[in-house]
């Protein structure tokens, strides 16, 4: 499976999630939504793989917030008037997950320069106190990102899509993903791991319960909600173990403008069909 297929899959499965909202509103889960659940993850896997390849990160980087700048418009235009609180963008969170993982690669490479980015670096190999106290300096730092994402509400006055747990998704897509090596057994289950964790806390997150106590079902239809959010997004984070490593017909721009221009395009249909 190439990056073209992920992305044309991650794009489907997306306008899937959100045709659904446009057709039923915010308060009625149907499969489209369970389809959608798929998305994010692939488009998780697709920021991390391009920060991996990147020639420029700070570029990078940039593209990823204009990305999310240039979308709340119609991100808001279109949820805000299906009844969703002010939230920004998955751009947004996309960004944050991209700087998290940047963070976590600080270092001073083998010529004593100071990089956020080599694919070579060990996280988790600490030679002096330095190199360990500089670690819990940037897990410190992640834990930052991760409270105010938590908290954007009542700072910010916006919710962050997805939450903090797509930040550390995103930071164990990195860390655990078999990029090198799809034999790498510990990589492969600890990846597997972050999935069903990430998982876990998505479904529990759409039924608005937090820890690990599990929401009560009311109805049968509850639990087979429940189920299906859980299953969808183990589905999505799976899929990037298809990956061969091949970036197949280049649609990066297109994917870019996707987003914001099938927001505009369900925005209208939601105008149409209830004005």
Known sequence: MSTFVIK??????????????????????TFLNYIGRISFLLFCFQIVLGYKKTKCLGKYLLRILLFGIISQIPYSLFFESIGYQKTLCVGFTLFLGLLSISIINFHKDKNNKITFRDNHYNVFLFDSFQSF???????????FICFIVNNSKNIFGYHIEYNYQAILFMISIYLFYPFGNKYNICKVLLYIFSVILFAFVEAQMWF??????????????????YLFIYIFCIIGGLLPLLYNGKRGQSIKWFT????????????????LIYS
């Open 208 to 225: 608005g319960v937090n820890g690990f106590q599990l929401p009560s079902f009311y109805t049968s239809r509850d639990f087979t909600v």
């Open 133 to 143: 106290f500089l670690f819990l300096a940037k897990c410190l730092f992640i834990f």
């Open 256 to 271: 870019y403008l996707f987003y914001p221009v099938h927001l505009i395009i369900l925005y209208l249909f939601y105008l």
């Open 8 to 29: 044309v899959i991650a794009m489907i499965t997306m306008f899937c999630d959100h045709l659904s909202r446009a057709i039923y509103g915010s308060c009625e889960t």
